[in-house]
C-alpha cells in the first residue's frame, strides 16, 4: 500500500471538505454506483428508490444514494465526454479508498461496481433504435488512457492493433485503444441485449461524422468502424463515455459496464421518437439485476 501523503493540489476537496467536483464524503457512496450523463436522469433513477438517505449537487454532477429493494445504490450524474469521466471515476475511487484526514491509501481497498446507463447511436443495421447495447469491449478514440502509466496492463493489445491496423487509422488522430468491460457485471446485467464493441468518441459532431458546417478530415471513417470486425465481436454503437469508464476502473480495481438505449440508428438514418420508456425499462432491468 502507498502510504505517501496526496498533496493538496492533487487531492482537492471543498471548503465543506468533501471531494471537490463530486462533493460528496465516504458514507454517502454506496458500492453499487449507476453513473448517467444527463443530471436530469439521476430523479429518473432514484424515483425508484425506497428509501433516499442523501442528496447532494454541484455544478452538472447531481448525486442521489438511497435503497432499492434492500440494495444501497448511489446515482449519480456524469455529464458528458471522457474528460468528465476522468474526474468522475477518480474522484468515486478517491472517496472510497483514501483516507480524507490523512491523505493516504485506506489499507483495505473497496470495489466499486459502475454501471453507466445512457443513450446511444447504433452502428449496425439490424440494432434498432429503442433496443439496449451492453458493451463487451469500448474502444476509445479519445486518446486518454495513455496519459496513465498502467494503459498496457488494462487495454486488449491485440484488439487494439487490429483496429489500428485494419482501420488504417490516421496517425494525426488521437491514438485509440480498447479496454473490456467486467466479466462480472457483464455476466450479471447483459442477458436479453444486444452485445458489441462501443465506440466512445470524443465529441458528438466530427469525431461521429455529422458533417454540419464545419467539414469533416476523414469522412470514411464511419464505414470503416461499421466494417472493423475482430474475431466475433463488431463495433455496435457510439458513445461518448466507456473507454474512459472501463480503463480507469480496471487501474483502480473497480468494475465497469455499460449499457445504452439506441437512440438512434446511424446506418438507417432513423431517430427515436421517444426513447423514453425504453429508457425507463432499462433502468429498472439494471436496479433489479445490480
Known sequence: MNTQRIPESQLVFNDEGAIYHLNIFPEMLADNVILVGDPNRVPMVSKFFDT????????EIITHTGTYKGKRITVLSTGMGTDNIDIVVNELDAVANIDFKERVARAKHRTLNLVRIGTSGALQPEIDIDTCVASRYAVGLDGLAYFYRDYKSVIDNEMTDAFIRDMNYPSDLPKPYVVKSS????????DGFHHGITATSPG??????????????????????ERFRYNEWKVTNFEMESSALFMLAKILGHNALTVCVIAANRVLEKFSPNYHPAMERLILNVLDKI
Open 52 to 59: 433516499i438517505e442523501y442528496r447532494r449537487a454541484n455544478r
Open 183 to 190: 466479466d462480472q457485471l457483464f455476466d450479471r446485467l447483459a
Open 204 to 225: 458528438f459532431y466530427g469525431p461521429q461524422g455529422r458533417d454540419i458546417r464545419a467539414k469533416l478530415n476523414y469522412p470514411e471513417i464511419n464505414t470503416n468502424i
